[in-house]
């Protein structure tokens, strides 16, 4: 019966623990807004200026020589204008384990608010200063900025929630990048700032919420598993979680953390060279580089590009469409924070696969009715289907969910790693398929989107035998379950065999019940 009160108390304990406070709230919010919230702004924001920003760099070039600009070269520079911010996001993804080792999660995040302001400033100042060369170059310092917050946002939320919040609360940032292309989309529309004067201030707009970020961050609390396993600072790690938790009672995360550290202590903090060669990861980097490319290679970029074209052909005016493509930005938003409700009674797996699947079957069935619109012609209204079924196919799965999985399927000391290869992954597939996805349309047309169908399948395929469902488990607890397909032991358990031999009788059962139930 005592044991069935502690069971109870414990329970108890834990439900207190899963309650969302107002500081975690808080924090959570601050870091979405300030960092994720800016990457989803800086994909969209150049899309619907484009031509009034190619009229400065012509009207620039002509100014400076005399002559127009040859239209091979514009084409040239607004390439490099529209690619340097992903090439520059897997720049950021490569600073990220170092940042997030030495200056920590909060740290890191503080640090790249100063190159988005400054590149904020440069961007809105570039037409004064009759200089194209900035906006380039300003597109690759926002590309770092969003290569680190794309990964550095997940890591450090993911860490500082509780196990039963994990899941909605990693979605987080993902709603922030959807509701940041949403913003970029509205406030580009050719009435508000998406004109000839209003370009430079739609540019200079991503420094605000880097600023807010940047004087609001520092009195939150850092990243409690970063304190106790990586610095060694218990004191600290626990007043963290005390103000994350809202209440004094953490011991048992404490004990949570203490168990992952002693793990670990075998190997130590991994660099990318190591994690890719240990036997024991090698089953979780195998899954996180499946799932990042399946979200970039799964024809995202191909949809949004044709979608204009879609509905054009559906009937929808030419001066309309700017504002059919703001209400498929808002669906992606209201989907995404769908995702955030039901990704904790759900799990990530039924979200992956019914994500990709819903983006397989979508790129099969808009393949048929691209290549049929011209002579059946309700096949453009099943296009417009197709459309947004894929979007908020996305939004639930494909999209957000891979970030949270890289969280939950590794440990304090190869995070940053992981973090580190799974954000190369992400933003060189998002280079490539910019880079790609033309040529492939001019050769293969609407049977582009039959590749994309393939890779949404193999995903699904990958998923379905190979990722394990991490809802509402510890970390410790995942890690588990990966050793047993990595076929490998795990240290922590050994060193459990030792304390149970350590102490007598009654304790030593209850370290055995313990164990059991982890």
Known sequence: MKLKGEKQSSASNEASKGKMTLILAMVTLISAFG???????????????????????????????????????????????????????????LMVWPLV???????????????SITAAILMGTSELAKTYEVIIFSRVIMGIFAGLASNVVPMFLGEMSPRNLRGAIGIVPQLFISIGILIAQILGLNIILGNAKGWP?????????????????????????????????????????QKLRGQDDVDDEIQEMRQE??????????????????????????????????????????????????????????????????????????MTLLAVFIVESLGRRILLLAGFGFCCVSCAVLTLALNLQTTVSWMSYLSIVCVIVYIIGHAIGASPIPFVMITEMFLQSSRPAAFMVGGSVHWLSNFTVGLVFLYMEAGLGPYSF??????????????????????????????????????VEIQEDKEELKDFQAVPGGQAEKKEISSHEL
Do not use: H
């Open 201 to 241: 201030v739609l540019l200079a707009l991503t420094g605000i919420p880097s600023l807010i970020q940047l004087l609001v961050l520092p009195f939150f609390p850092e990243s409690p598993r970063y304190l106790l396993i990586q610095k060694g600072n218990e004191e600290q790690a626990r007043r963290a979680l």
């Open 101 to 115: 080792n030495n200056c920590g999660r909060k740290g890191t995040l503080l640090i790249s608010n100063l190159l």
């Open 450 to 487: 039959l590749i994309f169908c393939g890779i949404c399948l193999a995903t699904i395929v990958y998923i379905f035998f190979i990722v394990p469902e991490t809802k509402n488990k510890t970390f410790m607890e995942i890690n588990r379950i990966m050793a047993k397909r990595n076929k």
């Open 261 to 334: 550290d002693r793990s670990e202590k075998e190997e130590g903090q991994f660099t990318v060279l190591s994690l890719c060669t240990f036997r024991g990861l090698r089953w979780q980097l195998i899954s996180i580089i499946v799932m990042m490319m399946g979200q970039q290679l799964s024809g995202v970029n191909g949809v949004f590009y044709y979608a204009d074209r879609i509905f054009l052909s559906a009937g929808v005016d030419e001066n309309s469409v700017q504002y059919v493509t703001v209400s498929i930005g808002a669906i992606n938003v209201v």
């Open 35 to 93: 960092s994720s919230f800016q990457y989803g702004y800086n994909v969209s924001v150049i899309n619907s200026p484009a031509p009034y920003m190619q009229d400065f760099y012509n009207q620039t070039y002509y100014n400076r020589t005399g002559v127009p600009m040859e239209s091979s070269f514009q084409t040239l520079l607004w390439s490099l204008t529209v690619s340097m911010y992903p090439l520059g996001g897997f720049f950021g993804s």
